[in-house]
């Protein structure tokens, strides 16, 4: 298991910009392939971005595409999501997601991932 810890979010214009951090617990980081996805109130929760333990592999929702950039940096055992030209359909509660595996790959699906932060909420003003 691996604690996850949100942070970054809060209220923005529209067309502005936010930072979401994710810092994990554990000595693993190195292996752990992260995600993040997000919910909006009465929706379902939806994939939004992963990234593979090695970097090198991304995945985004086609929603978020050259708006939103995933990076990690596995010293400081964190992964980020820069979120850049907001809409208000982008306000939602946003978890981190973190799964441990030796397959180096970004998986788009909420049950590939074992591990959940509590979520961060971003609110994007019109």
């Known amino acids: 298991q691996v604690q996850l810890v949100e942070s970054g979010g809060g209220l923005v214009q529209a067309g502005g910009s936010l930072r979401l951090s994710c810092v994990t617990s554990?000595?693993?980081?190195?292996?752990?392939?992260m995600g993040w996805f997000r919910q909006a109130p009465g929706k379902e929760r939806d994939f939004v971005a992963a990234?593979?333990?090695?970097?090198?592999?991304?995945a985004y929702a086609d929603s978020v595409k050259g708006r939103f950039t995933i990076s990690r940096d596995t010293p400081e055992n964190a992964v980020y999501l820069q979120m850049d030209d907001l809409n208000p359909e982008d306000s939602a509660l946003y978890f981190c997601?973190?799964?441990?595996?030796?397959?180096?790959?970004?998986?788009?699906?909420?049950?590939?991932?074992?591990?959940w932060g509590q979520g961060t909420l971003v609110t994007v003003s019109s």
């Open positions: 990234i593979s333990w090695s970097g090198i592999n991304t």
């Open positions: 554990g000595r693993t980081f190195s292996v752990y392939t």
């Open positions: 997601a973190a799964r441990l595996s030796s397959r180096d790959y970004a998986p788009r699906a909420e049950g590939e991932y074992d591990n």
